[in-house]
């Protein structure tokens, strides 16, 4: 699609970045499916028509012959590891998974939702990295998406230093919310002070959590109080993440959603805001 986009043939856009990637996952990824070994000698090539030719390795220990993508989540023998990695990219900066899947769709025999699962279970696996502590002041919203004939809650949490939390919720009662509060301890750091809006259930579950809440009445007080506290913050974060939500909840169960939303959680708390958003990126998927 995007190289139709530019008159160009598709694999003059992204062998670049295959062998960006290639060089990554050579210099530190290189080990035997197998057997473990990190014994290993270049042995030859792979020939492709429409991508670059894949390197084939040869492990000294057990003497096994493997491609240089054994073992990746770049493991698919139909499109090249530079145009999966786009295709990604774009997805998490737009959401619109529907493209997505029309394109990858068109590269060959291959289960698109099998790459999205692998993609999404990969970032998931990092969900707690960023979790350093800071301050402990944090603010907390709530939104509502409907999705796959359910209305659902996709609760967030946002560290002073612009860390999220996102999680979804059946339900809006204290102890879903205080659920998702104590997930988001383990992952952001501890909550000390927490500013929310005015929902019936933050009381009760910071209350359990021994949190320090400070609502914000916006049909009383505005969207700032005369102390200054307000949710602005996490407000403005569902501005920018709402349209992304709603573009890629296309799946068809909760599981699925909610790790899609975990995945963009990590791509917005490690990757987005990094100095070096597609090295980070690139960094992430490939490391085991």
């Known amino acids: 699609m995007l190289a139709k986009a530019f008159g160009v043939p598709g694999y003059f856009l992204w062998n670049p970045l295959t062998f960006l990637i290639r060089s990554f996952i050579l210099e530190h990824l290189c080990s035997c499916p197998d057997c473990g070994s990190t014994d290993v000698v270049k042995d030859g090539f792979n020939k492709r028509k429409t991508m670059p030719d894949i390197q084939m390795l040869e492990y000294n220990d057990c003497k096994r012959d493997f491609c240089l993508r054994a073992n990746t989540i770049f493991y698919w023998k139909h499109a090249s590891m530079g145009e999966l990695f786009i295709i990604s990219w774009i997805f998490f900066g737009k959401g619109s998974r529907r493209w997505s899947r029309e394109w990858i769709r068109k590269l060959g025999k291959f289960c698109c939702l099998e790459w999205f699962q692998r993609l999404e279970k990969k970032l998931v696996k990092h969900v707690g990295d960023g979790s350093m502590f800071l301050d402990g002041f944090f603010q907390a919203d709530e939104m509502y998406i409907h999705s796959f004939g359910e209305k659902l809650l996709v609760f967030g949490v946002k560290r002073s230093d612009g860390k999220v939390f996102e999680t979804l ?33 933050y009381p009760q ?45 296309g799946y068809g169960s909760m599981e699925t959603l909610e790790r899609a939303v975990k995945a963009h959680q990590v791509f917005h708390n490690q990757i987005k805001e990094s100095p070096v958003p597609v090295w980070s990126f690139l960094k992430l998927i490939c490391n085991n």
């Open 169 to 201: 919720l059946q339900g809006h009662s204290a102890f879903e919310f205080k659920t998702a509060l104590d997930k988001a301890d383990g992952e952001l750091g501890p909550i000390t002070v927490l500013d929310t809006d005015g929902h019936p259930s």
């Open 205 to 249: 579950a910071t209350e359990w959590l021994g949190i320090l809440h400070r609502p914000v009445n916006r049909s009383e007080e505005g969207f700032v109080n005369e102390k200054g506290v307000h949710s602005n913050g996490v407000e403005n974060l569902w501005s920018h993440d709402r349209p992304w939500i709603e573009a890629a909840r």
